[in-house]
C-alpha cells in the first residue's frame, strides 16, 4: 500500500498555496527519479482560502460578472491558473483538497483520477443522507441529476496532470458562503445550482467532522494510507 503525507493547511492565501503546490510537484518529480525509487513521495493537502476566483486554462474571462472596483468591495482576488476546467471560487467554508500524487504509481489513467475524487465526495455525503451522483459531460458532483430545474454542483473539481503528476484537485461546499458564486458562471454553466451541504440540510455542518470523513474516503477510495506531517 502506498503512504501519502497529509497536511491540513488551515485558511490560507491561494496564491500561497499555489506556490506551495509547485514545490511538492517538483518533489514528487525529483522522487519517481531517484535511484532504486527510495525517494517516491506522494501528497495530499486541505485547506480552506480566503475569497478567490480562479479561471483555468479553457476558461473564458466574461464568466467572472463583476469589475475589478466590485472585487475589491466583496474582499476577493482573482487569478488565471494552469488547471482544466473554468471558472469557480473558492472561500471559507469549503474544503479544498490538493491531491499531489504520481499516477503511475498509483497505476491509474486521469479519467480514473477524476472520478476518483468524485466517488470520495459521493461516499463523504452519503453518510449525512446527501445522494450525490455524477452529471455526463461535466467533472465535479451533483444533486438531482436529469430533474430539470434542479442540477447543483455541491462539489467543483479542476485538475492539472504533467508527466503523470496531478495538482490542484476539488473544491467541497460544505458551510460555503453561496452568495460569491452569483458573481459567475460558475464553471462556464449558465443553466445549473450551486449547492453546500449546510443549505441541504438546513443549518451549519460540523467542519472537522466532514474533513475526518473526506480524509478517511481519500484512503478508501484511492487504496493508501496517510501519514501527518
Known sequence: MQTVTFQDLGLIDYKQAWDYQEELFAKVLAGRNSENGSG????LLFCEHKHVYTLGKSGQDNNLLISDEM????????????????????????????????????????????????????????????????????????LDVGVPGKERKIC??????????????????????????SYINPCGFVDKGVTSMRKELGGEVDFEEVKSKLKKEFEAVFGFETKIN
Not at 517516491?40 to 501528497?43: D, G, L, R, S, T
Not at 479542476?158 to 503523470?164: D, E, K, L, T
Open 156 to 181: 467543483a473539481i479542476g485538475v492539472r496532470a504533467s508527466r503523470f503528476v496531478t495538482m490542484h484537485g476539488l473544491a467541497f461546499n460544505v458551510n460555503t458562503n453561496l452568495d460569491y458564486f
Open 71 to 142: 472585487l475589491k468591495r466583496i474582499d476577493a482576488t482573482y487569478y488565471h491558473i494552469n488547471r482544466g476546467g473554468d471558472i469557480t471560487y473558492h472561500g471559507p467554508g469549503q474544503i479544498v483538497a490538493y491531491p499531489i500524487i504520481d499516477l503511475e504509481l498509483f497505476k491509474i489513467t486521469l479519467k480514473d483520477y477524476i472520478h476518483n475524487l468524485e466517488e470520495v465526495i459521493i461516499r463523504t455525503l452519503k453518510p449525512f443522507g446527501i445522494n450525490a451522483t455524477r452529471l455526463d459531460g461535466a467533472t465535479g458532483v451533483w
Open 40 to 43: 517516491k513521495v506522494n501528497y
